[in-house]
């Protein structure tokens, strides 16, 4: 795409000011508060760094801020530290150490509360099963499971003892876990029987099972006996976490890691078939989640945290997991869906456990006003004092029925913007001290260099839509794509020069606010999850079936976006409603059923150019059901245009 394509359709309605009640007990109250702080930490970051970590456990002290070796970043080199030792041991010297860690509710209505010591306890048993099952320092470890509270304590766990963790989505199919055991070289996995989604048990260790048959280089599989469903165990492979748990000790002391320690690998979809893990480190994205937690939701100690995102998601990592307890927070896990048994399950949720702060994402919010009004106005909603989005660009009408319906006109919004790759939250407004505009992600965070700026890398004046980059590197920036680090430094440093290159496309107004327009790759946002069309693509062509598949996006009033597959069949195959149904299921298997198309349309050819390439932007067009406006002197032939165009009618 061209940087003159990008143009952005979010209008400026009114600002909106944070209440007087708000500022009282805000970390930040006023715009001159932030802008000093962000100018020191620009400006002077060692003093702004040095200041923040000592808010933080070590134990040994960095010697030197950070290195930049573009496009490798170090932070808080010759530090020792370890994040579950931040996020739990930090705590049990106050009185914090009976304060509820976690407030879990299960699916079918199960609760529990693990204080900071429950968590604590359990943390450092599961840590001893690890190391009873031969894991150490540097190994891999796939986490495959529901949300329930043990999701979060094998994170920790493998944190505390220094093993990486890759989380796989429940959601995702067994071919993706193969993938990425694959990619990985994960020598355990850890997972339940089952989870529960819309009263159903999805069959998580079925997956497993699968995927072993043909994945290679796993031990050992640790099972958590969440649903009772009957499960097959492979003798001396696969074992209960109830049994292992209840062998060994709850004594395990922290690994003193290394700052650039290898924490976790989170796949994620990128413009090629295969997902890139994102490698985060230690000390860097301990920083990083710490401080946006403190400042973003201006966590308090009497606050009730709910960030609503899986933990098998970055959100779900950074904001559920490590940011909250790292600043000591309560933070509330919920297994099920936002459904289920009704549409009012979260602002029953809220009002059962007082939630203060809410953290969801623009296409929940967007169900949330089909369903109707009715459903919040149910329950009393008096806790809430901030509300937060993330994932995707907020319509301002989605923002309004946000501040009106859920936060009665009384909590400020923060709407974050950031990416799996910068490991915590980049631009924003922090929510006492400054103004928001709908529609609009706000300023940058403490540490953070953005610009819009054009293929040359020049900085574009206010309101010219270019590509969104980051001029110096920041603590939690991704560390490399694991295993391809030519990958990382061609798609994250080799489009524009030496700067940290999005994907994204923007503007900043005249006030230096940043207006994401979305994604400028062949990478979809469909109901806040990324969806590479390239994974898609070829989920698609390896059905006996299909010739040739491209996949775009197409404007959702839902979803944000919704995904359209043109396919081309091989000879003789005929074109049918079942077919479409077929190759529907057929995503789900390979990739998982958040990648299915949401649209199948069969034609006899793709519109291509001389080279041989298919031009997605005339099928954009076609798909989102407008005119083709856009040059086609390139199209190879143009008949193919008239016919998709005829398809579609
Ligand atoms: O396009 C941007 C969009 O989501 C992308 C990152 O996706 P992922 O790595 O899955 O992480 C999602 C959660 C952090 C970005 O490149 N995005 C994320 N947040 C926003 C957003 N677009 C607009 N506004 C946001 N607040």
């Known amino acids: 795409m ?39 930490s620009i400006k002077q970051p060692q003093k702004f760094w040095t200041r923040v970590s000592k808010e933080l456990h070590w134990f040994k002290p960095w010697t030197k801020l950070h290195e930049w070796r573009e496009p490798f970043a170090k932070w808080f080199i010759g530090g020792q530290t370890n994040v579950a030792y931040n996020c739990l041991d930090r705590h049990l010297t106050s009185w914090r150490r009976n304060k509820a860690a976690i407030i879990f509710e299960g699916e079918p209505g199960d609760e529990r509360v693990l204080t900071y010591t429950d968590l604590h306890r359990e943390v450092c048993r599961f840590a001893n099963v690890l190391k009873a099952h031969g894991i150490k320092a540097g190994d ?17 766990a493998c944190a505390r ?26 020598k355990m996995v850890i997972t339940a029987d089952g989870g529960y989604r819309r009263g159903a048990v999805v069959a998580l260790k079925r997956n497993v099972d699968d995927a072993l048959k043909q994945a290679t280089g796993v031990e050992h ?48 979809s990128g413009s090629t078939g295969k997902p890139k893990g994102v490698l985060h480190t230690t000390a860097g994205y301990l920083a990083g989640t710490y401080l946006t937690t403190k400042y973003v939701f201006d966590i308090k100690d009497e606050d009730t945290f709910w960030c609503t995102a899986d933990v098998g998601w970055v959100t779900g990592h950074s904001y559920t997991v490590y940011g909250a307890l790292a600043n000591g927070a309560t933070t509330v896990m919920y297994e099920g869906a936002p459904n289920w048994p009704e549409p009012d399950r979260f602002w029953r949720i809220i009002a059962k456990y007082k939630v203060t702060i809410l953290y969801t994402a623009p296409t929940a919010i967007r169900a949330f006003m089909r369903w109707g009004d009715q459903w919040p106005k149910k329950h009393d909603l008096a806790s809430l004092r901030l509300l937060g989005t993330v994932g995707e660009p907020i319509n ?25 790759e910068t490991g915590s939250i980049m631009i924003t407004t922090l929510p006492g001290a400054c103004f928001t505009k709908p529609g609009s992600a706000g300023l ?47 798609q994250y440093f080799g489009e524009i020069p030496n700067v940290y290159f999005t994907g994204d496309g923007c503007r900043r107004d005249k006030d230096g606010y940043f207006w994401i327009v979305g994604r400028i790759d062949d990478v979809l946002n469909v109901a806040g999850h990324r969806i590479g069309t390239a994974e898609v693509e070829s989920a698609l062509v390896s059905n006996q079936k299909v010739a040739e598949a491209a996949c775009v996006g197409r404007p959702d009033s839902l979803k944000g976006q ?46 291509k150019t001389r080279s041989g390439k298919i031009m997605r932007r005339l099928l954009k067009e076609i798909a989102g059901g407008g005119d083709v406006k856009g040059d086609t002197t390139t199209l190879e032939d143009l008949s193919v245009l008239v016919q998709l165009k005829a398809d579609e009618e």
């Open 562 to 607: 919704a995904l359209v597959a043109f396919v081309t069949l091989k000879s003789g195959i005929t074109a049918t409603p079942e077919l479409k149904e077929e190759l529907r299921a057929h995503v789900g298997v390979q990739i998982g059923p958040i990648a299915k198309p949401d649209d199948i349309r069969f034609t006899a050819a793709l519109p």
């Open 444 to 490: 940058p965070f403490f540490g953070i260099d953005p610009a819009v700026v054009n293929k040359e890398g020049s900085e574009l004046p206010a309101n010219v839509g270019g590509f969104l980059v980051v001029r110096k590197p920041w603590p939690s920036i991704m560390r490399t794509i694991h295993g391809d680090p030519e990958r990382f430094k061609r």
């Open 161 to 186: 003892i220094g093993a990486t963790h890759t989380v796989v989505f429940g959601g995702f199919s067994a071919q993706s876990i193969i993938d990425r055991l694959q990619d990985s070289q994960a």
């Open 396 to 420: 301002p009408e989605a923002w309004l029925w946000y501040h009106e319906h859920i936060g009665q006109k009384r909590c400020p919004i923060v709407d974050t913007w950031w990416q799996t």
């Open 221 to 268: 599989v640790i099972v958590l006996k969440r649903t009772g469903t009957e499960v097959a165990m492979q003798e001396g492979r696969d074992h209960w976490w109830h049994e292992e748990t209840a062998k060994v000790s709850a004594v395990c002391p922290a690994a003193k890691l290394d700052s650039e320690h290898p924490l976790f690998i989170l796949y994620t």
């Open 2 to 40: 061209s940087q003159t394509d990008i143009v952005s359709l979010q209008k400026e309605g009114k600002k909106f000011k944070p209440s007087a009640a708000f500022i009282k007990h805000a970390h930040l109250k006023s715009a001159a508060a932030y802008k000093k702080l962000h100018t020191e």
């Open 140 to 156: 891999r470890i796939m986490i495959y499971m529901p949300m329930v509270p043990e999701a979060a304590i094998a994170m920790l």
